[in-house]
């Protein structure tokens, strides 16, 4: 199956920092990509949905400047938390697919702690 | 909106036995698809089973299969001859057939007992 690499597994920043996080899909062209945020024992909250080249479409309640979203390419997305907090700390997922497939497919994983 | 439920929080299953795991979904659709997802300890989502609306034919994958009632809008995932790598958080998800969102139930977390 497809591959979505996503980097880095786990990071921990100081709070007030920003910190950027890697979506790339390793073997076809993502035409969409998605972030997620999942709390322990939660579902997938989705916070953005980002097609390449065009501005992601945010969540209700997301706030969009401080989660920034890019999708410059057909392999790659970032989201980038900006003046990170501690409430912010939470596992990260992203998820690509392109417009032939059916499912989508997921990375890793990013576990983020802002202390 | 469409709506996911999986209205099993937690299941357990021993070994090498069967256990379904329920979910219904809400939609007005009449073209769709709908996913199992696993999510082990890794937290790595992976596809476990994906059926087509307009496939009348249950999804099978091994000893992964799906009860399909799309009157009832229920999409239950049968697993067969439970093994410990089984254990996992499973999300049902549904996809509109010319949409981009997935929608995803609250899970259900399967313990496999040895």
């Known amino acids: 199956g497809a591959v979505v690499s996503q980097h880095p597994s786990w990071v921990i920043c100081k709070s007030g920092t920003s910190v950027k996080i890697e979506c790339r899909s390793l073997?076809?062209?993502?035409?969409?990509m998605f972030w997620y945020r999942q709390f322990p024992k939660q579902s997938l909250m989705l916070m953005a949905t980002?097609?390449?080249?065009?501005?992601?479409?945010?969540e209700q309640g997301v706030e969009k400047d401080k989660f920034l979203i890019n999708h410059a390419s057909l392999t790659l997305s970032t989201l980038t938390v900006t003046s990170a907090h501690p409430e912010d700390s939470s596992f990260y997922i992203c998820?690509?697919?392109?417009?032939?497939?059916?499912?989508?497919?997921f990375g890793q994983g990013t576990r983020l702690t802002v202390v | 909106a469409q709506t996911v439920t999986q209205s099993q929080p937690e299941m357990s299953v021993q070994e090498a036995e069967t256990v379904t795991l329920s979910c219904t979904y809400d939609?007005?659709?009449?073209?769709?698809?709908l996913f199992w997802y696993k999510q082990p300890p890794s937290r790595q989502m992976i596809l476990v089973i994906r059926?087509?609306?307009?496939?009348?034919q249950n999804a099978t994958e091994n000893r992964f299969s799906v009860n399909f009632q799309k009157a009832a809008k229920s999409f239950s995932l049968k697993i067969s001859d439970s093994q410990l790598g089984d254990a996992a958080m499973y999300f049902c998800?549904?996809?509109?057939?010319?949409?981009?969102?997935?929608?995803f139930g609250t899970g259900t977390s399967l313990t496999v007992i040895p």
């Open positions: 073997d076809f062209q993502a035409t969409t």
């Open positions: 980002s097609n390449e080249g065009s501005k992601a479409t945010y």
């Open positions: 998800a549904y996809r509109r057939f010319l949409g981009n969102q997935f929608y």
């Open positions: 998820s690509a697919r392109d417009f032939m497939s059916t499912e989508a497919f």
């Open positions: 059926q087509e609306a307009y496939k009348q």
């Open positions: 939609t007005s659709e009449s073209d769709y698809y």
